[in-house]
C-alpha cells in the first residue's frame, strides 16, 4: 500500500526566508507523480507542484522548487523568499500514473510565515 | 482553468435528515470523481470514487448506504449523507481529473455539520 509520511506537523518562517517542508513516500511502483497540495483557510486545495517519477529533472515553480530524490522515496518542497501568502497547510501527496487513481496525502504541514 | 464547482459550501442540518453535496465540473467532462473527507487538521481520506455511469466503489470502512454517490453525467457528481449524526460532521472534498495526463482539480470544499 501506497503511504505518504509528513514528518512535520507544523513549520514557520521569518517573511523572504527559504524553507523546506519533507515529505517521503512508500510505493513499490517505478512510475508514479508526486505533488504538493497548499490549502489556505479557505480550504481551497491549491497544486503548488507537480513530479513525475520518470523525470530526473527537479520540477520548479517560480519561488517553489523540489527535492526529488527516488531511491531514497524522498520528495521536500523548497519555498524561497516566503511571502505572508505562502502561510497555509501543505500537503504531500502520490499518485499512481493510471488515470482515474486517488491521491494519497500525507497528515500535512501547518507553515506560518512571520512578518 | 478546469474548475470544478462544489456546493453548498456550508450546510448545518438536524440530526437524522439527509444532506446533498454537489460537484460539477464547468469546462469539461469529468468520468470520474473521487470524494474526499477531512477532520480538523487532519489529512484527505479517500472516501469513493464515482465513475459516469456506474456504481461508485467506496474504501473500506466507508457505509454505502450511508453516503450514497450519484454520477449521472459527465458534469455531476453527488455525495448524499443520509440520516445524518454529529459524527458525521467534517469537511467533504470533491475531486476531478481534468486531462489524461493526469491533471487533476479539487472543489472548494463543503462544511457539513450535524446538530
Known amino acids: 500500500a501506497q503511504t505518504v509520511t509528513q514528518s512535520q506537523p507544523e513549520m514557520s518562517v521569518q517573511e523572504a526566508e527559504t524553507v523546506t517542508l519533507s515529505c517521503t513516500y512508500d510505493t513499490s511502483e517505478s512510475d508514479y507523480y508526486l505533488f504538493w497540495y497548499k490549502q489556505p483557510p479557505s480550504r481551497q486545495m491549491i497544486l503548488v507542484i507537480r513530479?513525475?517519477?520518470?523525470?530526473?529533472q527537479n520540477a520548479t515553480e517560480n519561488r517553489f522548487s523540489v527535492n526529488f530524490q527516488k531511491a531514497a522515496k524522498s520528495f521536500s518542497l523548497k519555498i524561497s523568499d516566503s511571502q505572508l501568502g505562502d502561510a497555509a497547510m501543505y500537503f504531500c501527496a502520490y499518485r499512481r500514473t493510471n488515470t482515474g487513481n486517488q491521491f494519497y496525502f500525507g497528515t500535512g504541514t501547518s507553515l506560518t510565515v512571520i512578518p | 482553468g478546469a474548475v470544478v464547482s462544489q456546493h453548498p459550501s456550508r450546510v448545518i442540518c438536524k440530526s437524522g435528515t439527509s444532506v446533498k453535496i454537489e460537484c460539477r465540473s464547468l469546462?469539461?467532462?469529468?468520468?470520474?470523481m473521487f470524494w474526499y473527507r477531512q477532520f480538523p487538521k487532519k489529512s484527505l481520506m479517500l472516501m469513493a470514487t464515482?465513475?459516469?455511469?456506474?456504481?461508485?466503489?467506496?474504501e473500506q470502512g466507508v457505509e454505502k448506504d450511508k453516503f450514497l454517490i450519484n454520477h449521472a453525467s459527465l458534469t455531476l457528481s453527488t455525495l448524499t449523507v443520509t440520516s445524518a449524526h454529529p459524527e458525521d460532521s467534517s469537511f467533504y472534498i470533491c475531486s476531478a481529473r481534468v486531462d489524461r495526463a493526469g491533471g487533476y482539480t479539487f472543489g472548494s470544499g463543503t462544511r457539513l455539520t450535524v446538530v
Open positions: 464515482s465513475n459516469e455511469g456506474s456504481k461508485a466503489t467506496y
Open positions: 469546462d469539461f467532462q469529468a468520468t470520474t
Open positions: 513530479q513525475e517519477a520518470y523525470k530526473q
